[in-house]
């Protein structure tokens, strides 16, 4: 039993660096772009961002977020650049939405790779914390979804890289491509969502030189921080021109709505919008890295005590990119779950490295007979996974049968059984090599069984394209839509879904309409709350969307039957629309 591990710790440092690279590449890229069309925009961020950049495409306004006809400055425009670009390139769809997220969760992945080994980890070590940060729940399902916060995680990956590699450079030419690349990663990370794309990696690296040279070296080194603060001032160039172009054409109100209520007033709770108690991210830290968050404690005592005992620099690297940053989130009024994500990869680093420098012995834990302990726990590992692969499938099967999805789930299960049986062969004929190729490949096999299977069986429950389905099919007949009081999924799914600008109406402008002589080829469409405050309409169909209610609607004529159409709209995931 001794001998497995030790010979696969061995084999595992035979591998050239670029082979690994190269799997890892492999892996990320069947994690994220596998299932990045198994089923429509959900939430309240994919419909919105998704119909602001399809509005770019449609005005041919590059300049300028809209939604709903109004300027959107909640965030600067790369982003939503990206999207339009996506989707100018290859239609307005799903996947197209989506394929900006995926590149750029891949990119970090890589990203991440490259920092572990410019860390001097080991070449499991770096295997380990890019497989887990792609397989962690939260950023796996960003880079799954059209949101913002994935470009900003993966700019800070590459900031956090491209310093450190900047710090530990000896030739000039490699110090000035460091450089202009950590001006690049701050530039996109600012120029994605302003002011806090600069906050997380510049604070991290302020308090880390700040450490560094005055507790652990003992000197201070002027050239590190004249990196760091001209860095950050040439970062602001892009988004600077483009605050510039939007003051000529939209006024000083707008870069004020955009400099100060945007990043100062959110900060300190002007607004109202997730506004969350000082321990909120304690309160949400189990959900944060799903399925490794049971490892992350022993990580940061493991990197608090390498900087105690030994001084390490790159144990304090980790250490100020998380704690940091999670402070500063913490003290700010406005909470989300999201908002850590860039933070995922200083947690994850310090869990690959601590799971590698186990496997390899590095840490002498004063545990009798240790290796064979380790060694007994890395084959129940094996051994659970294995039965895991066998019997998923069954699970997924069902799933895609109750959910009537077609073939594609089934042969994805076929491959993810075959991959159980791969690995049940190599655990038995003691293959290392082949043990750890299909634990990798059965790893990435679940993550597409779950988007291409569960995901899939869910659709119909949280998409809103049945919703605009069925608007679409009332404009088709001679209608004229309007939305009432919409919130911003509902305006930005309407100018995703629909090929025109709807208009949005408040209560006083429809009251106003119902003595207009058009009001028989009028529908509206409103959410429960607001549809409830209105009197004497008749219900054209009626759609729910997770726990939302959405309704279409027209205004009641006495002269008229009272009629409902019951609408069903079939697709992938053979889900029934809107019904009264």
Known sequence: MLTLLTKFVNKAESISWWKYFLLVSVFAGVVFFSGIDSHGLWGGDEPRVAGISADMVRRGNWLTPMLDGKLFLEKPPLYFWAVAGSLHQFGINDTAARLPSATAAFLGILALFALARKLRFSKLGALFSAVMLATSAQFWEAGSKCMIDIFLATFVIFAMWCFYGLCGSDSLFHKILWYWGFILALGGAIFTKSLIGLAIPASAIFVWLAIDDFYFAGKFRFERWLWLFSASAFAFVPVSYWALAIFFKHGPDAVYTLVWTN????????????????????????EQLQPWTFLLPFAIFYHFWRCKQHKDGKSLYMLCWLLVPYLLLTLSAGKRQIYVLPLYAAE?????????????????LKIPKRKAWINLVVRIFAWIFCAGLLVAPLVFAGIAIHGNLGWMPFFVQLLLMGCGFWLLYSLLHHAQNQTGFAILTGLALVYVNIDTTVFNSLNYKYTYRPVFECCNMQINNGKELFLYLPD??????????????????????????RNDPEAEQQVFLAEDDNFHRLKNVEIIAMFKVKRDKIYLFRFKHSHKHKHIYRTHVHYTTSASGGES
């Open 488 to 513: 911003e999924r509902i305006s930005g799914g309407a100018m995703y879904y629909l090929d025109e600008q709807v208009p949005s109406i408040d209560t006083e402008k429809i009251e106003e309409m």
């Open 263 to 286: 990043n100062f007033g959110r900060f300190l709770g002007s607004g109202q919008e997730h506004v969350g108690p000082v321990y909120y991210y304690l309160r949400k830290l189990p």
């Open 348 to 364: 994850i680093l310090m869990i690959g490295s601590l799971t590698a420098d186990l496997l390899e012995d590095k840490i002498r």
